[in-house]
């Protein structure tokens, strides 16, 4: 993701879920165990939430399952009109560290902005996909961007995106956008696994087939971004975020997600 998003969220209703992210409820994971937050057969336990559509509402079969994956796929679209799409797992989480396999394939959307070719994403301690206005492209959250390579240039995975949000780097706060890990450049439709590991204190790390290629704190609310503001009034002015929802993106490219595994982790 490349841009900052700009309706404003309208419902504040079940944001985060916060008094529950200490421990699962319906993912029973005993600490230091995996757990895969995929059933293999269909999307039992996510819902998507569609730029232009209620939570719930999958157009265009956009998330579905084949082949034993999770499957982002455009096939119903004429053009992507920036339908930006999230798929929410329905438990939100605290402390973990999340592992996903994923690869793309085939030709962006017809209409997806070019900034999307080979671009996708995981959606950390987010808000939950009802308190989304209908018309907001990303979820305040903390995203570990995924790129894949075009053939030509250096393009990292692994990345970060902060749509709503701003983490601390190196004791200063950081409040670009993005910021690059320093992974190597996978190109083609190759396999990559992608670990992300969150503490409920704000620390996160990414990795990227097993190397540690980024590292931030303390994330927080950007309090002069529009859709973070009713999340920071449903917290009482509080920015730090302890915790939330994870979410698989479709942002105009088709994505195969192999796997997605989670284990908790002591406090």
Not at 184 to 193: A, K, M, P, R, S
Not at 248 to 265: A, R, T
Request: charged share 20%; with cysteine; glycine share 10%.
């Amino acid at each position: 993701m490349s841009r900052r998003f700009l309706a404003a969220s309208l419902v504040v209703c079940c944001v985060m879920g916060l008094g529950s992210l200490s421990r699962p409820q319906s993912v029973q994971a005993e600490e230091g165990e995996w757990r895969s937050l995929f059933n293999g057969k269909d999307l039992t336990g996510w819902t998507p939430k569609i730029r232009g559509h209620k939570a719930g509402e999958n157009f265009g079969d956009t998330f579905r399952v084949a082949d034993g994956m999770i499957q982002v796929r455009y096939d119903a679209y004429d053009r992507f009109e920036d339908r930006f799409g999230h798929l929410f797992f329905e438990q939100p989480f605290r402390a973990y560290k999340l592992r996903v396999v994923y690869r793309f394939v085939g030709e962006q959307c017809p209409g997806a902005p070019g900034w999307a070719i080979r671009n996708s994403g995981i959606m950390a301690h987010g808000q939950s996909p009802e308190s989304m206005a209908v018309d907001q492209e990303f979820p305040v959250s903390i995203e570990v961007q995924m790129l894949g390579g075009d053939g030509e240039h250096t393009r990292h995975t692994g990345n970060l995106c902060t749509p709503g949000t701003h983490v601390v780097m190196r004791e200063l706060l950081h409040t670009p956008h993005c910021k690059d890990s320093t992974s190597q450049t996978y190109h083609g439709d190759q396999w990559v696994t992608i670990e992300l590991e969150a503490h409920g204190n704000g620390l996160m790390r990414h990795f990227v087939n097993g190397e540690p290629v980024l590292e931030y704190e303390k994330s927080q609310y950007d309090p002069d971004d529009a859709t973070a503001k009713p999340l920071i009034e449903a917290a009482g002015g509080n920015l730090a975020i302890s915790g939330g929802t994870i979410s698989l993106q479709s942002e105009g490219h088709p994505v195969d997600f192999k796997s997605v595994e989670i284990m908790v982790l002591e406090e």
